[in-house]
């Protein structure tokens, strides 16, 4: 049974930084695609970043330049290293691994960034 666990999220101020990370059980995330996607209260879920298995990564416009996605082979997990928060990336965010037949996502964490 596969298994993602979000982790890092919280209570900053404008400006701050968070660092989320996503760990897995029953699948090896260094093998699939990973993305991080997040979703604010009244909008659709959108898509923040992503790592392919080959390294090849992408941002959304919004947060280019102040996010940074990376893997950590040693304990293959997928981080996510959010600088400069704004009150606009208040969402819940998830982990979500590209696998076939289907897609995993994790329960997601809180991220609340105050004024």
């Known amino acids: 049974q596969v298994q993602l666990v979000e982790s890092g999220g919280g209570l900053v101020q404008a400006g701050e930084s968070l660092r989320l990370s996503c760990a897995a059980s029953?699948?090896?995330?260094?093998?699939?695609?990973v993305n991080w996607y997040r979703q604010a209260p009244g909008k659709e879920r959108e898509r923040v970043a992503s790592t392919t298995s080959r390294g090849i990564i992408d941002y959304a416009d919004a947060v280019r330049g102040r996010f940074t996605i990376s893997r950590d082979i040693d304990s293959d997990t997928v981080s996510l290293q959010m600088n400069g928060l704004k009150l606009e990336d208040t969402a819940v965010y998830y982990c979500?691994?590209?696998?076939?037949?289907?897609?995993?996502w994790g329960q997601g964490t809180q991220v609340t960034v105050s004024s």
């Open positions: 029953g699948i090896v995330l260094s093998r699939h695609h």
């Open positions: 979500n691994v590209n696998t076939y037949p289907g897609d995993y």
